[in-house]
């Protein structure tokens, strides 16, 4: 079994920043793309960033120039720096990976992963 863990969200006036980690968690064996989607009420969830596992990035074009996903693979983790951040930035953001490979006992799974959302407000 996996799972990612988001964590960072909060409160940020206009302009502010804010830094988001999704941890996954157990007997991983390689990930695939990590990005972060986000979700307003009412809305569909929208793709913000995605890194792949030799680095490359895509980008919103709405975040580019003020968000930047990274990731640490030996920690199995995936950040998410935003800054500059706006009003419309404001969503429940989502870590997601596109195929994690894990051991279940001797024999290897693989999965899609999504994790449970963190809040991002952005007001004065």
């Known amino acids: 079994q996996v799972r990612l863990v988001e964590s960072g969200g909060g409160l940020v006036q206009p302009g502010g920043s804010l830094r988001l980690s999704c941890a996954a968690s157990?007997?991983?064996?390689?990930?695939?793309?990590m990005d972060w989607y986000r979700q307003v009420p009412g809305k569909q969830r929208e793709l913000v960033a995605a890194?792949?596992?030799?680095?490359?990035?895509n980008y919103a074009e709405s975040v580019k120039g003020r968000f930047t996903i990274s990731r640490d693979n030996a920690k199995n983790t995936v950040y998410l720096q935003m800054n500059s951040l706006k009003p419309e930035d404001a969503a429940v953001y989502y870590c997601?990976?596109?195929?994690?490979?894990?051991?279940?006992?001797?024999?290897?799974?693989?999965?899609?992963?999504w994790g449970q959302g963190t809040l991002v407000t952005v007001s004065s």
């Open positions: 997601h990976a596109d195929r994690i490979t894990y051991y279940s006992g001797s024999v290897k799974v693989t999965v899609e992963v």
């Open positions: 157990g007997s991983i064996f390689s990930i695939n793309v």
């Open positions: 890194i792949t596992n030799g680095g490359s990035t």
